[in-house]
């Protein structure tokens, strides 16, 4: 399996808390990205940055932010997590260039109440 | 940015037979690569197979190959002998530095 990672696996909380997933990868690829899944549906893309500093929004609107202080650590935080937010997380990381792969984590599933 | 459609959202194959899975794809680049990408319930996301658009030839990795149709925009995987472990949801995005993801077709596998 790739060596990236999703911390928590799962994760449930109340309306109104401050959450930060968090993402790792130890393959040193520039590229990383997140993505909301609901079970069985098609991944959105709703985060990705090209290396150290840079990150970008998707193409689904997303209430969350992202941070690229590290290459290998690319943290997704909702500042207020609603209802609207249950669902499944997924980072993934690629080397630079479009015929690469991109390499995901197990992912997080979240659940607000 | 590449859109890709997936028009089957479900499919079935007997265990040791053989399934195609359709994907058609819309981009106005030059040069792109096409992949698949299998999700087994549960599990992560794994790369299948990839093919890149100059390539004429069909790739093909073990059980696994594709039926790559530049001109139609087609891109089709092709399961044989299947498994019970093949049972997943498959994705086929296309890339020129945007991955899009579509729908997703879920094979079942049965036994």
């Known amino acids: 399996e790739a060596d990236i990672y999703q911390t928590p696996r799962y994760l449930v909380i109340g309306t109104g808390k401050k959450i930060t997933l968090e993402c790792s990868q130890t393959m040193g690829h520039d590229k990383m990205y997140w993505y909301q899944q609901d079970p069985g549906m098609e991944l959105h893309l709703i985060h990705y940055s090209y290396g150290v500093n840079s990150t970008e929004k998707g193409d689904l609107s997303s209430e969350s932010t992202v941070s690229r202080i590290r290459t290998e650590h690319f943290p997704l935080t909702l500042e207020s997590a609603r209802p609207s937010h249950t669902s499944q997380y997924l980072c993934?990381?690629?080397?630079?260039?479009?015929?690469?792969?991109?390499?995901f984590g197990p992912g997080t599933r979240l659940t607000v109440t | 940015a590449q859109t890709v459609t997936q028009s089957q959202p479900e499919m079935s194959v007997q265990e040791a037979e053989t399934v195609t899975l359709s994907c058609t794809y819309d981009?106005?680049?030059?040069?792109?690569?096409l992949f698949w990408y299998k999700q087994p319930p549960s599990r992560q996301m794994i790369l299948v197979i990839r093919q890149e658009a100059y390539k004429q030839q069909n790739a093909t990795e073990n059980r696994f190959s594709v039926n790559f149709q530049k001109a139609a925009k087609s891109f089709s995987l092709k399961i044989s002998d299947s498994q019970l472990g093949d049972a997943a949801m498959y994705f086929c995005p296309a890339n020129n530095n945007d991955m899009r993801f579509g729908a997703g077709t879920r094979l079942t596998v049965k036994p």
């Open positions: 981009t106005s680049e030059s040069d792109y690569y």
């Open positions: 993934a990381s690629s080397e630079p260039g479009f015929s690469y792969e991109q390499y």
